[in-house]
DNA sequence: TTCCGTACAGAGAACGATTTCTACCGTCCG
DNA sequence: CGGACGGTAGAAATCGTTCTCTGTACGGAA
């Protein structure tokens, strides 16, 4: 009829490729699915016209009448975060390899966006939303999270939860964690270990967001289990980025205050000081040992090598995916998390009795 | 009638919304899209029912009855090399602003996965489809890529080739590129203009490799044009890795080739690069300069910090969407490169007159 | 020979939204 | 006073699949 059926423009449809092989619409689907006898002869006629008319499905079509849409929704607040990247690389991973198509949207920490993202996530029919990255906590961002769970649930997808706390008992939710409080207390405990004492911890600290709550938590505990007096002047607020880390160091330096070690909560801080120590002539290990958190991949490039806590970041992501598509198993789990040792950590030097 | 009727575990639909309010459906379908008067009792008791229905559009019926899926994807080798984070972040901001979605597939090189990712995104009407980094050349892969161009071209969606040569003239595709060429150009003009006479390259060597190829072509096209003739074994054939070089940096002192400078095809090529050469005692930049490609986040933070070439990334991701959306615009566009200096590059050394 | 089961194919009703095309009701103007 | 018109609203077709009914034909068993 219309100029586009004319020149062949259209996309061919069921209906075409049945006219085309000279049966019904009904064969045509039952050839694509292949769940139900059809005759040999009819088959290769189907499958011919498929081929010459370059057939490919409409998928709206197919979710409309009943199926599922196949989408792995990823939402996270930046894709240039160090360590998202690798989250993403398993989710993508695992939704491939299960045959679901894996969509990307970032929230640049704007609840409102998350919103929004959810609820297109909602229109969509996506049959899993995956949020990751330390959220905050408290009770009003709790009962939203909340909202959107049993939302989604309604919908028929599933909320996943990457690297954050649980919700609760009845929230139709999936946890994916990593032992975030314990990997700060171990990294801890071994610069505790080789004699250090007083350790400055350099990051956010804020009551309200899980990460950094968790951090400090374990690298208090390591305190008390080695019965060493925490100093509170030892830890330094500010945030998780490089320019905190090269800020805060010159401010230590500058105050004189006495250490032999740095805890920074994110290799990114564990960057900075490094780069802010060598200007000021500290060597490190030799005068002052460092340690970050994550091991990202430039751990192993800043001088010297950072010893660090590595989070199991492409197993989150394929674990995620993994449970949400399973509603039989256990909706919770938490990954372990380890010490990777390096060349920035040294036991601290015995006192001088000459 | 069934089960999920009766707890109200369904979603609601505009039917439900129109019995809710006592309207017909096309009446709420009217209030959702606001381009048809509808009188202001009835929008707002429309309205209170979606609020208190909860409701969202199916976006598979929308779609289906002939609005756009408002999908781009983005397909790309790898989600954790090095500068793809980038161009990611790029795509999908713009994508967000023009208020599309962002798929992600992976291929991991492999041309099969290629083809399927494309007829996936054929199937779900896909509005663009963004390949992405250097992909081969050759008669033959031109000639599966123009074919998929007029596959995605039916099926109403936009094929964007982003960092890869253009198909030919009547293809229907867009290309974002970026200047490969005069980037390695005015990079190894740099070091020719520093003094340097002996530059080795280092990286991949294929002619059937478009980024390497043209790479090479710009080291090569500056020794000309500064009358230095090039020794053809200074070029050490490998790939893209940091390992490679390692490997090749070790194998240059082993065999005691004389140079002044390397030019590392890839900012981890010279991470690799830089690492060894300390190792073997040699300084950078006294002894040896050594330059890198990409600009990768990595760059500022190998010692010492490194010079090299800034590829426009967010920019071309943010390019390839906009593109896309905007037929009647030039759908060939080529975004400049430019050398960053660091200091990883010093003036050779005047000869000794003593 | 009759009957039934099986293999195969088509007709037609969904799925949920949009969008014509109609239709109603006042009101205004001739 | 009658017809036209603007403002609203509904009925029903439509998008491309899938899937449930029906229905036919053929082969074998009784």
Redesign the pocket.
């Known amino acids: 009829m219309s100029a586009e059926d004319v020149n062949g423009r259209?996309?061919?449809?069921?209906?075409?490729?049945?006219v085309a092989a000279?049966?019904?619409?009904?064969?045509?689907?039952?050839v694509?699915?292949g769940?139900?006898?059809?005759?040999?002869?009819?088959?290769a006629r189907v499958q011919r016209a498929i081929r010459e008319l370059d057939?490919?499905?409409?998928a709206?079509?197919?979710v409309?009448?009943?199926?599922s849409s196949g989408m792995i929704a990823f939402v996270l607040d930046d894709v240039t975060g160090p360590s998202f990247a690798y989250v993403a690389k398993g989710v993508e991973q695992q939704a491939t390899e299960e045959g679901r198509l894996c969509i990307i949207c970032t929230t640049h920490g704007d609840p409102e966006r998350e919103l929004a993202v959810v609820d297109a996530m909602r229109e969509q029919h996506a049959e899993a939303v995956i949020l990751v990255g330390g959220g905050l906590v408290g009770e009003e961002y709790r009962q939203r999270m909340i909202r959107l769970a049993r939302a989604l649930d309604k919908a028929g997808s599933r909320l996943v939860l990457c690297g954050r706390p649980p919700l609760g008992e009845d929230v139709p939710a999936t946890v994916v964690e990593y032992d975030n409080e314990g990997g700060a207390f171990a990294i801890t405990s071994f610069l505790l270990s080789q004699g250090h004492r007083r350790i400055v911890y350099l990051g956010k600290v804020a009551d309200n967001h899980t990460t950094s709550r968790e951090r400090i938590a374990g690298y208090l505990r390591a305190h008390e289990l080695f019965g060493v007096e925490h100093d509170p002047a030892l830890i330094v607020p500010g945030d998780f980025t490089q320019a905190y880390g090269e800020r805060a160091t010159r401010q230590l330096l500058a105050a004189g205050t006495a250490f032999t070690a740095i805890f920074a909560a994110t290799d990114m801080v564990a960057a900075g000081v490094l780069r802010t120590l060598r200007a000021a002539g500290r060597r490190v290990p030799e005068d002052v040992s460092v340690v970050g958190y994550d091991d990202i991949p430039l751990a192993i490039h800043v001088v010297p090598a950072l010893t660090t806590v590595r989070i199991p970041t492409e197993e989150l992501g394929r674990a995620a995916v993994r449970l949400a598509l399973r509603p039989a198993e256990s909706q919770h789990v938490v990954l372990g998390t380890h010490i990777v040792v390096r060349e920035s950590v040294r036991p601290v030097a015995p006192p001088n009795r000459g």
């Open positions: 259209r996309r061919a449809t069921v209906k075409d490729v049945a000279g049966v019904s619409p009904a064969t045509v689907s039952r694509l699915a769940d139900y006898p059809v005759a040999t002869g009819t088959k057939y490919v499905a409409n709206q079509a197919r409309l009448k009943g199926g």
